[in-house]
């Protein structure tokens, strides 16, 4: 069954990805986004994780190739990294992990990845783009038949078949179902006391064995760091990020990021077999990671701790 207009809200990778699926069902797909989305790969205030790493996993990367025929070979000839497994480690407590599956996986960073899927989506015939804060639902009856959303003329309200919430963390939608006579969905907010802090710096080596490490650490060896990982990615750069738990706040600059790295962690661990490369950009201060919002456990289950 074909519907008229599809309206999504937010156009990072859900949203998307949404729009995608939807293009085969709808005579038109609208994706509305509160950010400015011209061409180039910089980050933006609507993915506050955008700066963070990012890894394209086999099975999210071989849906991604369905939907989008050639997206992987397309990414690694624009820039991505690919990471076969025989170039990656894994270590926990300082010792290496046996080797996994033998897959490859793709590294690039966010806004990279996100630039070409944007790319991709819009390139079907009936999706598109519209800048705009999204205000509210309009609703008849059972169904929502509206988007109320901002626009350079003022506020507008678009009609719509069928609507996708995809604006993550900061969606509205209890307040909109609320407002229009709807019970609001109840939420239970877990703090998971998690913190991290990512930087890239330049990459001087062609093809560095290994490109890409994870090095987890358990509380009994590591006390408060929770671990670090380095990849290669697009532009010739690494991207270096570690995390920790509880009052540790890792890397509060990029030279204290350098510094924890070296004192934590072994040689092996690091990209460059340990060496310093110039420092690419601004470092991305450590943050603490907001509490998760989730709906309440089923009956009997149990209750969620503190990660450690």
């Known amino acids: ?19 995608r699926v939807l293009a085969e069902h709808a005579e038109s797909v609208l994706v509305v986004d509160r950010d400015e989305l011209g061409a180039g790969t910089g980050h933006r205030a609507g993915v506050p994780q955008g700066t963070q790493m ?16 050639g997206f992987s070979r397309q990414a690694v000839a624009e820039g991505a990294v690919l990471l076969p497994a025989a170039a990656r480690r894994s270590y926990l ?10 897959v490859d996986m793709i590294a690039a960073s966010r806004p990279f990845l996100e630039e070409l ?15 705009g804060r999204v205000t509210g639902l309009d609703f008849a009856g059972t169904a929502v038949t509206g988007v109320r959303h901002e626009s350079a003329t003022g506020p507008v309200v678009t009609p719509a078949d069928f609507v996708v919430d995809a604006t993550g963390r900061s969606s509205r939608l209890g307040d909109w179902l609320e407002r229009g006579g709807w019970e609001r969905p109840p939420m239970r907010r ?33 006390g408060h760091i929770a671990g670090a990982a380095f990849s290669a990615i697009e532009g010739d750069r690494w991207i270096v990020m570690l995390g920790s738990y509880g009052d540790d706040r890792p890397g509060r600059d990029a030279d204290d990021l350098v510094r924890r790295c070296r004192d934590d962690f072994p040689p092996r661990v690091r990209p460059g077999g340990g060496q310093r490369d110039a420092r690419d950009g601004p470092h991305l201060p450590a943050g603490r990671q907001p509490a998760a919002g989730l709906p309440p456990p089923p009956p009997g289950a149990g209750r969620a701790g503190r990660g450690r």
């Open 1 to 19: 069954m074909t519907m008229g207009r599809a309206v999504v809200l937010g156009a990072s990778v859900a949203g998307l990805l949404a729009a």
């Open 54 to 69: 990012h890894v394209l996993l086999p099975a999210g990367r071989d849906q991604i190739d369905r939907w989008f025929p």
């Open 93 to 102: 407590d300082g010792r290496r992990k046996v080797p996994g599956s033998d």
């Open 117 to 131: 899927l944007r790319r991709r989506t819009l390139a079907l015939p009936n999706v598109t783009l519209l800048p």
């Open 190 to 222: 877990m703090a998971i006391n998690l913190h991290y802090a990512t930087a890239t710096f330049r990459r001087t080596e062609k093809d560095p064995v290994p490109i890409a490490v994870l090095a987890g650490c358990t509380a009994a060896a590591g």
